[in-house]
């Protein structure tokens, strides 16, 4: 094949390589060019779907976090009535995740209030034993279930229940330690809970009211703690 005046076969190859891919692309289009389209809408209507879906989540959880602090305003100006266990458990009941989980622990602290004992464990133990649960709120629930049954409980059982938390690491060292130590000392085993409530005292990121807790019993029971406390405490 003769070459045009002024083309080179550099040139020649280099249209002949380009119509060729043009042609494998048409026929390629041809072949599946109806399935690509249908791909390409399926996948703009899946990703408008769950955009759509997230606002609506976002939008939802919002509505229900207005509704629950409406219901904690309520039960700080005293209503702690019916209605508001009412409105509790509705939120529990449409919500998921931590709102449901800290709707229900509300349900239990309004109970404990209300005088209800059994209902407020009942409630604590619902979420403590819930996997749908962040830990944090799940921890929370279980402490306050165990406060609640201390005096029913054994204290081996307490002990077992609250071991992985009454370490000196853990955020509920001051409340999982000072309920261990306190089983330690109705089980008789007066020197290991003395040695615990120095450490509960001695820790700087537990609260100073428990921390004045621990030093006062350490000290009945022959452990000074008092160099890790605060002036003042």
Do not use: C
Not at 102 to 121: E, F, H, I, Y
Not at 195 to 213: M, Y
């Amino acid at each position: 094949m003769a070459l045009a005046p002024g083309e080179t076969h550099e040139t020649f190859i280099r249209e002949v390589d380009e119509n060729l891919r043009r042609s494998q692309a048409e026929n390629f289009f041809k072949r599946f060019g109806k399935w690509l389209i249908a791909a390409l809408v399926l996948f703009l209507v899946a990703t408008a779907a769950y955009l759509y879906w997230q606002e609506r989540q976002r939008a939802r959880a919002a509505a229900q976090g207005e509704q629950f602090a409406a219901v904690l305003n309520d039960i700080s100006t005293g209503r702690t009535g019916k209605p508001v266990e009412q409105k509790l458990q509705a939120i529990a009941a449409e919500s998921s995740g931590e709102m449901a989980g800290l709707a229900r622990l509300t349900v239990g602290a309004l109970a404990l209030q209300n005088g209800d004992r059994s209902k407020a464990v009942t409630s604590f133990q619902a979420v403590a034993n819930d996997d749908d649960q962040p830990q944090s709120v799940r921890t929370a629930a279980l402490m306050r279930q165990t406060a609640l049954e201390f005096d029913q409980l054994g204290p081996d059982q307490v002990i077992a229940r609250l071991q992985p938390y009454a370490t000196p690491d853990s955020p509920w060292f001051g409340t999982a330690g000072e309920l261990t130590a306190m089983a330690m000392l109705k089980a008789g085993r007066k020197a290991q809970a003395g040695q615990l409530f120095g450490r509960i005292a001695d820790a700087k990121d537990v609260p100073g009211s428990i921390r004045a807790r621990a030093l006062q019993i350490a000290g009945s029971l022959g452990v000074d703690a008092t160099a890790g406390l605060p002036a003042g405490q």
